[in-house]
């Protein structure tokens, strides 16, 4: 029997994953997200604090530096769950307990050559062969190919993937002001029934900065009036997400969401209302670009709040994960022919103010 050190242990463990243990940390966003994922092909359908838990109770040994916790392995699974590798739906069709399913394995073609990889097969399975295997590359919390165009179909559809039509990933809702969004959310709590107290609620801080997201949440307070983006615990699973009328620190009217559609992410439509509070306060969103060094033709976009599903697939497609900047939730390298169009997606859909080589205050 041989003692092998914490670094050999984590350099083993990320040769597991299918990754390089000579340039990969275990504690990486590649690593992290392989992990996830290879836990989640044992244990779907799970609820996401089954797989979180699993994921910290392997790690949390070799963790010298306590790099993670139950917070960034949880934005870590809803990146996951954004981009499409997994699901997650409600238990029952009650929108209550939800719990987490495998994806297909699929692609969507980024670009000529160039294909977004999707999806988890059960028990540990890769998602494609051997041959394949070797050219996939990891990005982030992503996985992707690049192929040559002529040969890349058959060898797609040989790895038994699912083409994803690049209209269908990118659906998203109707574009509408801030006002209106805010406005039908306060409709539906005008219309729900007294709550009662709701023990263990958090709500989203609205007066708190929004280039700190994990700072804006607290519990409720004595002064609270108002209605508020919220979640509350629940006895099994992740907590829920939902939008809460409080008044003198005491909850009056509750939804759970999502409201719209039962299948959908509730933190999608949690996430799109609370930037329509924040721009409708005057303190919208931020979307910072800077240049990327020794990359004339790239720019890296700094992203500080977590944005619906279906924003977070549109920068999946323009642009590439990277380790995230200082201060920021997320960082990607966008092309810089790609900056005007994706900043005008995130002002006309999330209100988000855009700045260029600078802070916001």
């Known amino acids: ?88 739906l409600p238990i029952h069709g009650d929108g209550k307990g939800r719990q987490i399913y495998l994806a297909p394995p699929s692609y969507v073609e980024k670009a000529p050559g160039r294909y977004l990889l999707l999806g988890v097969r059960p028990n540990g399975a890769p998602l494609v062969d051997e041959a394949l295997g070797a050219e996939v590359h990891h990005e982030g919390h992503t996985r992707f190919l690049e192929l040559d165009v002529e040969d890349a179909p058959t060898r797609l559809q040989a790895a038994h993937l699912h083409e994803i039509p690049r209209d269908h990933w990118l659906q998203r809702p109707r574009e509408q002001h801030a006002t209106a969004v805010v406005a039908r959310m ?36 004595s002064g609270d009036s108002g209605d508020f983006v919220a979640r509350r615990p629940q006895a099994y699973g992740a907590d829920l997400w939902c939008f809460v009328r ?68 549109y920068l999946e497609l323009v642009g590439t994960p990277v380790s995230r900047a200082q201060g920021a939730l997320v960082s990607y390298r966008v092309p810089m022919s790609a900056i005007g ?12 103010h855009v700045s260029e080589e600078g802070g916001v205050a």
């Open 1 to 88: 029997m041989t003692a092998l050190s914490i670094q050999e242990v984590t350099e083993r463990a990320v040769h597991s994953l299918c990754l390089d243990e000579t340039t990969t940390n275990l504690f990486s966003a590649e690593a992290l997200s392989a992990s996830l994922r290879r836990s989640a092909s044992f244990l779907c359908p799970a609820s996401p604090r089954r797989l979180v838990d699993a994921v910290l109770e392997a790690l949390s040994p070799l963790d010298e530096l306590s790099l993670i916790d139950r917070h960034h392995m949880s934005a870590q699974l809803d990146l996951l769950l954004s981009v499409g590798d997994l699901i997650e």
């Open 186 to 221: 306060r409709q539906r709590l005008d219309g729900a029934g007294e709550s009662g107290q709701v023990d263990g609620l958090k709500i989203i801080d609205p007066e708190a900065s929004v280039l700190y997201y994990r700072g804006r949440w607290r519990p409720i307070v």
């Open 246 to 313: 409080v008044e003198h620190g005491v909850s009056r009217a509750l939804v759970d969401l999502p409201i719209d559609d039962l299948a959908a992410a509730g933190c999608d439509e949690a996430w799109r209302t609370q930037a329509a509070i924040d721009a409708l306060r005057g303190r919208p969103q931020s979307m910072h670009i800077h240049v990327t060094p020794g990359r004339a033709d790239d720019l890296r976009l700094d992203l500080f709040s977590p944005v619906p599903g279906w924003a977070q697939r």
């Open 341 to 352: 169009q994706l900043s005008a997606f995130f002002t006309d859909m999330l209100w988000m």
